[in-house]
Structures are given as structure tokens and as C-alpha cells.
């Protein structure tokens, strides 16, 4: 961790915060001060749009191969340093380092997908219906961007967004989450040594996002805002960009709907919730939220389903053989706790679990509720924690409609070994993505994002870089 950086990187330098803030980065499985990084305000994120807005116009006239190559040096850098990146992850974020491991193979695939999008940007043409004219279309990048991310992918929410902005031609400012933001200080430095043009990306560590950001989204020189946290925050953003009319992309919060019919494979199911539930803690937008299972299988899932989250070893995330480590603060761990014990007061029966340890970190043992009320908090919250919360259902349509009764929209699991019932449901469901047998939907080549009140646009696949881009048409006489 020594020679990872903690000062801004704007213009291609390392910079103080203007006024000399800093602010701690604490290990969530101590509570101990592992760094102090730059603490920017207002003056350092004027200077990054600066050097952003800059750097603009050069960079959109880069060839799209030189962006390509750069985007997979830093591919290939990324995957060389995988171990230096994932115990920094670990130390800043908690998750187990297997765990961590896994999100830098998964970070590094978003660079390297980008890096073959770079070079398929295409246009179009042709002649129009009335005959008298051509069209001819190209697509140019939108413009210097904010990219605004959470803590629980510390690495990969930074791809996501950076690999297709670079791909497109886009220069940005990159603000982490405050908790995390070792990782993206870390990615910066590999892209700068990948050869990427100073002022392309400037990355802002701040405790003060409301005062970097607003005027950012206001100014009218930033055109392009792509954000992943929560929807609350999200609603406030979408706001901000309206003045200066900004595009925006939004991964915002889901409520997972995790379905499991009476034809379910249970083997299937309980592996799927497993995965589903625990990645990263059950801190995923993606997490299974409330799981429905049928009243013929219920009993006989829950007793699973707790058998193998009693199983899972608790602790520190850099131990040997842990798979669960702590959440990420004291107030998401409280959280968990008052949605569990509300729960607990309207008559759910704790299966395993259900009880913080003491001491030091912020940890929370797996925990499988079952007979939990409707009216519980966590059926309308999202619990980010490893809490698996299982209710019973009679029939197809009851389902569809209680999973349906939510504002978000991001993900749906389902579980049947009929085909049409598969197809039927997934159909029916409200949701962005749907695992069908699986409780893992994420993948760098397939289009991440929501609906209703989940997001708006998508992150990855071929679409991913289209956030990035804008048409521009050229009426040409036929002459
Ligand atoms: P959050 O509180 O919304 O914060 C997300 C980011 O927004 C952080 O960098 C945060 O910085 C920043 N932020 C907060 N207020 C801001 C403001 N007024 N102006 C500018 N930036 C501001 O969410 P979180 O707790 O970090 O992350 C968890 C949430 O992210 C969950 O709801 C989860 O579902 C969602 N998520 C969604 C996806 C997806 O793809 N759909 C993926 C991962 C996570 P500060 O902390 O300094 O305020």
C-alpha cells in the first residue's frame, strides 16, 4: 500500500487538495486509519473540469485504435498487479480477497471489452425517402463526463464507466466514494502508465461530494453524467443535471425479487441464493432482497438455504479461509440490525444468525429469516447485508404481482425447471435483467442496468458505449 497514490490526479499530476485537506481510509475489519487521501473541494474540481474540458478536443480526434491499445495495456497491467489490487481492496472495502481477486479479473474484462468496442464505433448513410438528399451519419463523444461511484465494487464501478468514456473519446472526472478511494487513485495510475493522455481522466477524492459536484452538473461545460449509487441520491443528481440539460446514465438501487417455483431444482435454487445473496456480503445492487418461495418448498429451503449460511466462516477479509468479511461501516452494519430486529417484532423466525458479534469491525454473521410479514422494513429497503428474508407463495400470478410491487427494477431471480413457466414469468417481471437458474446475472458483454426506478440507460455490452456517444447527421444534396 505504500506506493499507492493519495493525492488528486488532475491534468497527469498528483496534486494536494487546494486548501491541504485530507481525510482518513479506514479498514472496516479494524476500524483502524489505513491511509489519509486528498480531501478536494470546490477550487480542485474546477481545476479538474479545466484540465478535462482541455484535454477534450485532442482526445476526440485520437485514433480510435490508439484508444483501443491503451485501454488494453491497461488491461494487461491490471491482471499482472491483480494480487497488490485485491489486498488494497480488501484493506479499503473488506470483502475477502478471493472475493477481490475475482472483481479485478472482472474490472479488468470491462477495459479489455471496451478496447474491442473503441474500434466498432460506427455511423451510417444513405439516401433519404424523398430522394433529394443523403444522409450521412457519424457519432462523435458526448463531451467531458462525471463519473460518480459507490463503494462496494471498488474497482469494477470505475471500469465500467472509465472503459467505455475512454473507448468513446470522452475525457472525465472520476469522484469514488470516499470510503474506497484508494482503488480508482490505484486505477489512474496504471492508465497513466498505459499511456493515457494527461487531462483524459482526473480522479477527485472527496468527503465533500455535494460541493465538488453540484457546480460541476450546473457549469454547463461537463455534458455527460453517469452515476451508480443510490436512487435516492440519483433523484438529486438527475435534478442538478437538468438546469445545464446534462445526458446522465443511472445505476441506482434495486430490491431483488428471488423466485423459487415448486418444480425449482433445489440444488439449483439454494446454490443460486447463495450467489445471489452473499457476493460481496449481500452489499451488491444486485443482492436477492426478498426471497418468495413456495409454501410446498419453503420448509425444506430454509432449512438448506440456513444449513449453508451457518456454514460460512466470518472475519477479517485478508484471512485464510473467510468467506464473509465485515460490511463497510458501523451505519450500514446498524442498519442491517434494525431492519432484522423490525422484522424479528413482526413474528420472522431467525434460522441462523441474527446477531452482531462484539468487538472490533464491522461485522454481521449470515442470517436467514423465515415467515417474515409483508409489512417488513427490509421487503421495501434494500438490506445490503447478508440477511437471506423468506416468504411463502401459492401461485404464479400472486408472485408476479408481489414481486412487481416495488419502485425498482434492476434484477429478478427465478427458479422452475419448466421452460414456459421460465419464459412466462421472466416476461412478466419488471426488471432489467433476470437470472434464470442462476443467482449471478453480472458480465462485462451483457447490458447491466434497470428499469423504473432502478436507472435509466445501461452499462456494458455493445450498448455500454453508446452513453458515451451522440449522432450527428449531415444532409448532403443529391446533386
Ligand atoms: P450513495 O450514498 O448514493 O453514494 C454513491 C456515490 O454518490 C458516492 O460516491 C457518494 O459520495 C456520492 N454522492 C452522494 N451524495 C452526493 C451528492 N449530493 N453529489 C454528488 N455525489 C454524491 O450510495 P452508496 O451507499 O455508496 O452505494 C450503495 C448504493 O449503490 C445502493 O443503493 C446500490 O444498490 C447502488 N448500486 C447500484 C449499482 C447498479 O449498477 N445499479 C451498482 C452498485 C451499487 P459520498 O459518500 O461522499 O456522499
Redesign the pocket.
Known sequence: MTDTPTQLFIGGSWLDAADGATMPVDDPATGEIIARVADAGAKDARLAEAAAVQAQEEWARTAPRARSEILRRAYEIILERTDGLAHLMTAEMGKPLAEARGEVAYAAEFFRWFSEEAVRIDGGGGILPDGRNRMLLSRRPVGPCLL??????PLA?GTRKIGPAIAAGCTMIL????QTPLSSLALAAILQEAGLPDGVLNVVTT?R??EV??PLLRGGRIRKLSF????N?GR??LAQSAEAVVRTSM????NAPFIVFEDADLDKAVDGAMLAKMRNMGEA?TAANRFFVHHSVAEEFGRRLAERMGALVVGPGTQDGVDVGPLIDRTGRAKVEELVADAVERGAQVLVGGRAPEGPGCFYPPTVLTDVDSGSRLMDT?I?GPVAAILTFDDEDEVIRRANDTPWG?VGYVFTEGLDRALRVSERLEVGMVGLNTGLVSNPAAP?G?VKQ??LGREGGRVGIDEFLEYQYLAVPVR
Do not use: D, H, Q, R
Open positions: 460518480i461511484t459507490p463503494w462496494n465494487f464501478m469522484k469514488p466514494a470516499p468527503s461530494a455535494g459536484c453540484e451508480t449509487g443510490s436512487t441520491v438529486l443528481l445505476e441506482l438501487g434495486g445492487c434494500e445490503f434492476l447491466f434497470g432502478s436507472g
